[in-house]
């Protein structure tokens, strides 16, 4: 069984950054892994993922020179790293992990496989 465990989430300004880690249990050494959101009324939306190796990354558009993604395979954790941060990025990040595919972008959150429970990032203006 998997378990995904997000941590690092909070308050902050525009313009400041905010480190959020999930830690992985279980057999997800050769899954793709990455981060969804979700605004209040809003979908969940894609945001980045990463390939099991670590060597290809994938980023919404919104996000993409401000956010990095990366993974750590000896501690089974994916870090997402936010710089910039804006009001828009408001939303409760979960943390994804998928067994076939790397681009989550590319399935859409109805075939992720597992999920974390979320955390809260709220960006002030």
């Known amino acids: 069984q998997v378990q995904l465990v997000e941590s690092g989430g909070g308050s902050v300004q525009a313009g400041g950054s905010l480190r959020l880690s999930c830690a992985a249990s279980?057999?997800?050494?050769?899954?793709?892994m990455g981060w969804f959101r979700q605004a209040p009324g809003k979908e969940r939306e894609f945001v980045a993922s990463?390939?099991?190796?670590?060597?290809?990354?994938y980023y919404a558009d919104s996000v993409k020179g401000r956010f990095t993604i990366s993974r750590d395979n000896a501690k089974i954790t994916v870090y997402l790293q936010m710089n910039s941060l804006k009001p828009e990025d408001t939303a409760v990040y979960y943390c994804?992990?998928?067994?076939?595919?790397?681009?989550?972008?590319?399935?859409?959150?109805?075939?992720?496989?597992?999920w974390g429970q979320g955390t809260q990032v709220t960006v002030s203006s």
């Open positions: 994804a992990a998928e067994k076939f595919y790397s681009d989550l972008g590319r399935i859409g959150p109805e075939a992720i496989d597992y």
């Open positions: 279980g057999r997800t050494f050769s899954y793709g």
């Open positions: 990463i390939d099991w190796r670590g060597s290809s990354s």
